[in-house]
């Protein structure tokens, strides 16, 4: 069974570092990340997250499901901006240098770039996200949520949700398999249309024994007191330590230097063609 | 007895969603450190009764409170649910479900927590609870989903104990344990209250299991009303338990059946405190010269042949080591074991929903292997534990046709044949109403009616009787019987110890991936070391047979096997 969101328990100054600074950080990178165009700064950060990758002593294999599904969806925008607009580079660059090719799909050195530009982004925030999920156990999430403002019923329900996904998958597996023998058909042998009424048969009993789940746990936590103040205190809440501190400045810096790159080019994008 | 800490008078209580009450007339007083088993038939109302006594009612499950109901002096609907929390610690039955943290640790700290409760202090009193409890150091980091039934127990003890309660509520502690895991269950519990001297209440309709340690009374409750709430040894000395639809102790029931005549002053709540005299120990003996054996049952054809099965999953983990094990045509046997000792796994290699490795496993004379998923299911139909993992449909004619539509069979043949499956099944009069108007027990028809609807020659139970009371659990099991002596085979994967002994011919008793006896119940179940291997525990028959200065134990339980059946089928 393929694990979507799973916490990996391995001694390293990433996993030290408390769940707050962890989101603190990657919000900051992504901010950094998402604001700027400039092909020297993206350049640099994907170099940073594969260093970083390396400290966490997360495995590649560990994450390869997460990363094949990401440049799945990487290879498609970039398609599909193609497909869709392809003289967008001459519209930001305002220069067009055909490499091959006439007309509309004319392939030119601008709309490349552009596209180098947006893989460039895709390789400097996936690595640093899955290296958040991986690295941060979702108690210590909540915890981190709940310490940067938002509610704790809130924080705990998305933990509660990442720690029931292994089970739901379990209960899935196990509810396919005993309706398969009813002559469920879920494979691909079937037509789509009947492989959608199929899941339904599938659907419905899991929702229906997660509702039991729920009601089970939601009393659970009522009777030892969850809701009872407004605030709560966190078992695996932690202090910041000097680390912490270190690793929000580092990213506060990043996202300065992306500001500050925008503002000195006078646009989002770094221009070469000029 | 020092004072009430809990106190129900002329207590009655009505889900809003009812139309008639659930409780009437509740008096019930709780003294501190008084340890109160409150036991009954399902829908009984001691579910409602628990929730009352921890606050569910009336705050979560709304409904009209009649009466009074005063935890320590004040009257409960004029506290919180979580001021009631701070004096009641409730442990749930369903010991997954209740986990709230993703470690041991955060899941004991939890009420703390949400209490406030910070720094040094926090870590002293959930090491403290741990502690208590005897949950290492090195397993509060692990996940409570990978401990074992007995350690999880452990640490939602551990959870509610943090709190300094008064009152320990247990609601059905035994449903989803193995036998000797839940000795071990009623056993700490003990212990904690002799620790804390807090009073215990324990919710559960397997009474024999709950008294294997000592319980000041036992409340008897019946149609929402308490019908008797006295010593264990005054209630067993009567017939209320048996004719409220709750299972005696087994050794109970032989010296019934014996014609001896029991009495308080014969200590009965306990086989090792039971005092039998020489008169009644004649009476067991005679009763089992008595009682012919059974005939031996003909010799039958082969059904079922695994020889030399193995299986891994994916992830390594050697499953199925080695089986070689068969079943009869027209037998009804259990596969027996503690989690994940190889039975699930089995069954599902055997329904073809996993491949095994090596080895093979013949159907008939044919090798399964050649077969898909669905094509097993033509010949063994497989049942899972819980009915609302299978249903799918919104009306039971649907659900039950739903396998033999998927195979493209004609209309007017579903009709037919679900129509007799139905009927068969006695659900023939709820053909057109809605599986959600169902009680439990009737879903589970439902699903074994979709199953049978294929006319599979042999079907697999994964705990048929689970979490039913003794009312159920027979209605259920007389129902397989039925469709076993129409010629159906019937394997049940259980790890109920009754089942096995009053209905299964023969047990194959799995440990560790494989196959570690295979015999008749009785013999199984008089074999100390099997017994030890496989989370079983002795049955109390055997005492009572060694007690009466008879010389085969085996053979009295096995007498004792035959003479039920012979009263079940007259």
Redesign the interface.
Known sequence: MINIFNYIDRPSPIHRLTGATKLICVLLWSFAAMLTYDTRFLAVMPVLSVLLFGVSKIKLKDVSFMLGFTAAFMVLNNVMVFVFSPQHGMDIYGTQHILFGSGRYALTSEQLFYHLNLLLKYLSMIPIVLLFICTTNPSEFAASLNRIGVKYSIAYSVALALRYIPDIQREYHDISQAQQARGIEMSKKESLSKRLKSASAILIPLILSSMDRIETISNAMELRGFGKNKKRTWYMGRRFSRADILCMVFCALLLGISLLLNYLNGSRFFNPFI | MSDPILCFKNFGFQYNAQSSPTLYDINLTIHKGEKVLITGPSGCGKSTLAHCI???VP??YKGKMEGSLTLGGKETKDL???DI??RVG?V?Q?SD???????V??DI??????????GPE??ER?NAAAGKVGISEELMRHAP?ELSGGQKQRVSLA??MVDDVDIFLFDEPLANLDPATGKQAIELIDEIQRQTGAAVVIIEHRVEDVLHRHVDRVVLMQQGRIVSDSTPDELLSGPLLSECGVREPLYITALKYAGVQITPAMHPAHIDTLSLSQADKEKVRSWFHSTPAAAAKPQRPVLLQAENVSFSYANGHHALKDITASVLKGELIAIVGTNGAGKSTFS?VV???ETHQSGSIRFAGEDLAQYS??E??DRI??V?Q?P?????KVLIFDEVA??LR??GVPEEKITETVNNTLKICGLWPFRKWPVSALSYGQKKRVTIA??LA?EPEMIILDEPTAGQDYRHYSEIMEFLLDLNRRGITIVMITHDMHLMLEYAERAVVFSGGRVIADAPCADILTNAEIVSRASLKETSLYTLALLSGLESGREFVQRFIDYEREVYNR
């Open positions: 921890n606050g569910l705050f979560s919180s649910i979580f929390s701070h409730t749930l369903d479900g209740q986990f709230i943290g993703l470690t640790a955060e700290a939890f009420s703390l927590e949400n209490d406030c409760v910070s926090l870590y959930v989903g959870g509610v599902k329904c073809g929903f998923i669905k097993h299911a139909g497989y899972m819980n609302n993992q299978m249903i799918s739903l396998g998927t195979r979709s199953i294929l």
